[in-house]
């Protein structure tokens, strides 16, 4: 099986990207060790921009891409979708907090037979 060069070429590209990445991360863990008398929020913020600019050259990958794009995918199908009203909302609750307690009044209601019956066959009962 043969790469075609182009493939080969952003294949390449795509390591060395994402070897950045993970050298920014690594800068940034790093960092924070060995710089862990200076302040709290400096060295917060330092590490948020490594993050960001790892997340940003990640995003430039292939699968980086395929990531953002399936996010933007799923925030449109989001938009789609339609929300019960306030009404609708409490209804449901209601009707599964029934659904709930009779379930409940029923599993307890075997389970009191069972070990009725259960102690009446061994001879545990009379």
Do not use: C
Not at 17 to 26: N, P, T
Not at 31 to 56: C, I, K, P, Q
Not at 97 to 122: E, H, N, P, S
Request: hydrophobic share 55%; aromatic share 12%.
């Amino acid at each position: 099986m043969t790469l075609k060069p182009e493939n080969s070429k952003n294949g390449a590209l795509d390591r060395l990207k994402w070897s950045l990445a993970f050298v920014l991360l690594l800068a940034g863990l790093l960092g924070n060790h060995y710089y862990s008398e200076v302040s709290m929020l400096v060295r917060s913020f330092v590490w948020l921009v490594l993050l960001a600019m790892a997340m940003f050259v990640a995003s430039t990958t292939t699968k980086g891409g395929k990531v953002l794009d399936f996010f933007r995918d799923a925030q449109m199908e989001l938009r789609k979708v339609v929300w019960p009203t306030r009404d609708e909302t409490m209804q449901m609750t209601l009707v599964v907090g029934a659904m709930v307690i009779v379930l409940a009044l029923f599993l307890w209601g075997m389970d009191g037979i069972l070990v009725w019956l259960i102690g009446w066959l061994t001879g545990q009962r009379g």
